[in-house]
């Protein structure tokens, strides 16, 4: 049977370019933009979208994407294709058309009339020949006498002659045209070897030289396992880079380019790996091979976000994998902000650093593919990396370093394009944040109990302790959290100690919890309600205190506000009813703390001590505030219910 001719406009531009422009593409993507996928049967992790077609009239999601390989199907109509296909028939655009769109989303410049330069493709076979031909010439070069140093230098690192061919490790020797000479001597002209990143042009008219010398030679290939470049390793100690790479050419861009990323797919498909594993260098990447792992580095620069887009493209969870030096904890730092803005469902990463003074590759040898999967395992999320890092920088020393802390962590939630997942990361860093500052207690200062309480008989233990202070009530609590729900000025003013209460009652806890996150929230000035409350709590899987929140009375008469104006509004003077809220609400609360600080400072605890001196004074604070505004105590038929 014939085959179909090849469409004229699709033969204007060569197989390289267009896989080059659909490697650096995510179909999901550009189909996510312009179609809603069902949350229910699609599998972002997996790269797996299912969505109503928009070719023919349906109600059930049987359009199909495939993100790994980018491909689309309809399993009711039967459309298929690529993401140039479906910016075909979405956008009624011709191939050209299609192909110009999508090259501008990916990066990549068209050149001017490609299609019409069949020379041009030539050229290009050339180069990748050269390439090909220069692996296979630093392949020859390491095994023959010269390369005894480099073999050496391997073998001491765990590397035989199996696995240099296998990873086509090679040496450039340490000559000025070495390359060179051997290239022109098969017909290969000087100018093309310089194209292909081989050799590199001469300054102030002196001859052209090779590109690499005195160093062991990497394979870098494109996604077709094609050789397009190299990384060399230098031999001599004192040369001025250890590391170099392969200039720009017509067919390497180091910063869309990750190594060994065709062997690593192929890897994680048979593995089911959970993700692709990001190193720093071409022998880490060797190791984590070797031991099993899926793994790629970048070549010779920081993570680059084409980069970031080949990692998600690949599936799963990608973890990026530092060592634990400076430099290391420097390019993480790097490659968290780098992400932070395409963090989205589907799209995340993990951190992992290697003890300090080693890389994955001393582990490697050391302890084998176990270690290495036990360093991957220790990874942390996103989250916890970016956390711990602002934690770092500002620490919780002052208030001032404590608000810097707090606000770095507001700005790089709002960095997250993804809405849903910029709100998530908001909620989990400030409960972080919140957790992390109740658990601060002021330093004890000997002396300071200085017999105010007589010590008890032996204390109990902290789990009875954490038991009955759990089950007993706490209704003044209880109130002031549901009068700051109720009563924004409360809330504004009171916000910090409402941080700072001591809660036992794990709902409670919730509650001032979700509380905290809530009016931290960017939506804060919309308004938080029981509801907002509510549903905040539920969705954080806080059933039970969503319920407690729901049973919450409506109190007849508000804190504060004793009568109501002509039109049935009450109308208190701010002042005044911020005063009266303060003592018939937060008092309680404080004097119900103080009771159990009491009973804890009298069996000896003296963190208990410092905390009831402190409480004391606020509680003075509060009555001196209620006196200056003349208010007279509450009445019982108005504050009963709020007093412990």
Same mark, same amino acid.
């Given at each position: ?74 399993? $009711? ?54 390439? &090909? ?70 300054? /102030? ?25 190299? $990384?060399?390793?230098?031999? &001599?100690? @004192? ?93 993480? @730092?790097?490659?968290? /902000? ?72 507001? =700005? ?83 916000? @910090? ?19 905290? @996150?809530?009016?931290? &929230? ?33 109190? =007849? ?10 039109? $049935? ?34 069996? $000896? ?32 038929? =108005? ?6």
């Amino acid at each position: 049977m014939a085959r179909s001719p090849i469409p004229q406009d699709r033969m204007r531009f060569s197989d390289t370019l267009l896989r080059q422009v659909r490697d650096r593409v995510s179909i999901a993507d550009y189909a996510g933009k312009r179609l809603t996928f069902d949350k229910r049967k699609s599998r972002p992790a997996a790269g797996d979208y299912w969505t109503c077609c928009p070719f023919h009239q349906e109600k059930s999601a049987s359009f199909h994407v495939l993100d790994q390989k980018g491909i689309f199907h309809c399993f $009711g109509c039967g459309e298929k294709g690529d993401v140039f296909t479906l910016a075909m028939k979405l956008e009624g655009l011709s191939f050209p058309e299609a192909v110009e769109k999508i090259a501008e989303v990916a990066g990549v410049p068209l050149p001017k009339d490609e299609w019409e330069d069949r020379g041009e493709n030539e050229r290009r076979k050339r180069i990748f020949a050269i390439a &090909a031909r220069t692996a296979r010439l630093y392949a020859e070069a390491l095994r023959s006498s010269a390369g005894a140093e480099a073999r050496r230098y391997l073998q001491a690192r765990g590397i035989g002659a199996d696995v240099c061919e296998r990873f086509g490790i090679g040496l450039a020797p340490d000559e000025w045209t070495w390359a060179i000479d051997k290239l022109k001597a098969e017909g290969f002209a000087l100018e093309e070897i310089v194209a292909a990143g081989v050799a590199r042009e001469g300054e /102030d008219g002196k001859r052209a030289i090779d590109t690499f010398r005195n160093r062991i030679t990497f394979e870098i290939t494109d996604t077709q396992g094609k050789v397009i470049g190299f $990384g060399g390793r230098a031999l &001599a100690k @004192d040369a001025k880079a250890k590391y170099i790479n392969s200039p720009e050419s017509a067919l390497y861009s180091k910063s869309r380019v990750l190594y060994r990323l065709k062997q690593a797919r192929e890897l994680i498909a048979k593995t089911k790996a959970p993700g692709l594993v990001l190193a720093e260098g071409y022998l880490d990447v060797i190791a984590f091979e070797r031991a099993g792992i899926a793994a790629v580095a970048p070549c010779g620069t920081a993570v680059t976000e084409d980069q970031l887009q080949l990692l998600w493209r690949a599936g799963g969870e990608p973890v990026l994998c530092f060592d634990g030096d400076s430099a290391g904890k420097r390019a993480a @730092d790097k490659a968290i /902000d780098l992400a932070l803005p395409h963090l989205a469902p589907g799209r995340t990463l993990r951190i992992a650093y290697a003890p300090e003074g080693q890389d994955p590759d001393d582990i490697f040898r050391t302890g084998g593919a176990e270690a290495l999967r036990a360093l991957l395992e220790a990874a942390a999320p996103a989250s916890t990396a970016l956390f711990d890092r602002e934690h770092a920088r500002h620490g919780l020393a002052t208030p001032e370093a404590r608000a810097a802390f707090q606000a770095a962590l507001k =700005e790089a939630a709002q960095k997250i394009a993804d809405r849903d997942t910029s709100r998530a990361y908001f909620g989990d860093l400030l409960s972080r944040y919140n957790a992390l500052v109740r658990a601060q207690r002021p330093p004890f200062q000997p002396g300071q109990a200085g017999g105010r309480f007589k010590p008890g008989p032996a204390p109990p233990t902290q789990e009875l302790k954490a038991f009955a202070a759990a089950a007993r009530p706490r209704p003044a609590a209880e109130n002031f959290l549901k009068a700051a729900v109720d009563n924004p000025a409360l809330l504004a003013e009171y916000a @910090d100690w409402i941080d700072r209460l001591a809660i036992s009652d794990p709902d409670l806890a919730a509650i001032r919890a979700a509380l905290s @996150d809530l009016h931290q &929230a960017p939506e804060a000035a919309a308004g938080i309600d029981r509801t907002a409350l509510s549903l905040h709590l539920t969705r954080s899987g806080q059933e039970r205190a969503a319920a407690r929140v729901s049973r919450w009375k409506n109190e =007849e008469k508000p804190p504060g506000r004793k009568g109501r104006e002509a039109g $049935g509004a009450p109308q208190p003077d701010p002042d005044e009813w911020l005063a009266l809220v303060t003592h018939q609400v937060v008092l309680p609360a404080i004097r119900e703390e103080l009771a159990e600080l009491r009973r804890a400072a009298a069996e $000896g605890d003296d963190a208990a001590f410092a905390r009831f001196q402190a409480l004391s004074r606020e509680a003075r604070a509060i009555e001196a505030r209620a006196r200056e505004a003349k208010l007279e105590e509450p009445q019982d038929d =108005e504050a009963g219910g709020l007093v412990a």
